[in-house]
């Protein structure tokens, strides 16, 4: 069966986010943690308030318990503190505590570096052209 170019696109997709993660977790080997770990600090970062424990699993896309674990060894490494929520006894906010915030900072700039390699030799014309392809798959999986 011939691959058809939607069959070629979702496969090359798949492909490089595998491997610019694969290269990212490599480059941030040095800094004594997991993909998940740093994954999970830079999701927070991007937070404006701090989030719920809940609200921060729906953004990193895993489920409740796992964030739990992962939270559980940030939390020992002192990176990140869980907060009580007034209103909901249940909840807990997730906040960054100050050793996390140089290494956020390491994170964003080894990852800044890896994307101007990654996107050398590629125009802003169709930079914009497969920004807006993509989102308009994300538009149509979001309707699924």
């Known amino acids: 069966m011939p691959l058809t ?13 595998r491997g610019w993660r694969a290269e990212l977790d490599r480059r941030l080997a040095g800094l004594g943690l997991s993909q998940a770990r740093w994954l999970v600090l830079l999701h927070l970062a991007r937070f ?18 796992t964030l739990a674990r992962l939270l559980d060894s940030l939390e020992s490494q002192g990176l990140v503190q869980r907060q009580s929520v007034m209103e909901d006894r249940r909840a807990k906010k997730i906040v960054l505590c100050a050793p996390a915030l140089p290494l956020i900072e390491q994170i964003e700039t080894i990852a800044a570096q890896l994307r101007s390699e990654l996107f050398v030799g590629i125009d802003e014309a169709d930079m914009k052209v497969c920004m807006r392809v993509h989102g308009h798959i994300l538009a149509n999986l979001e309707k699924s």
């Not at 308030?49 to 318990?65: F, M, Y």
């Open 5 to 17: 170019d939607q069959h070629r696109f979702g496969m090359q997709l798949a492909q490089m986010s």
């Open 48 to 65: 404006e308030d701090a989030p719920t424990q809940r609200e921060l699993a729906q953004s990193v896309g895993v489920e409740g318990p």
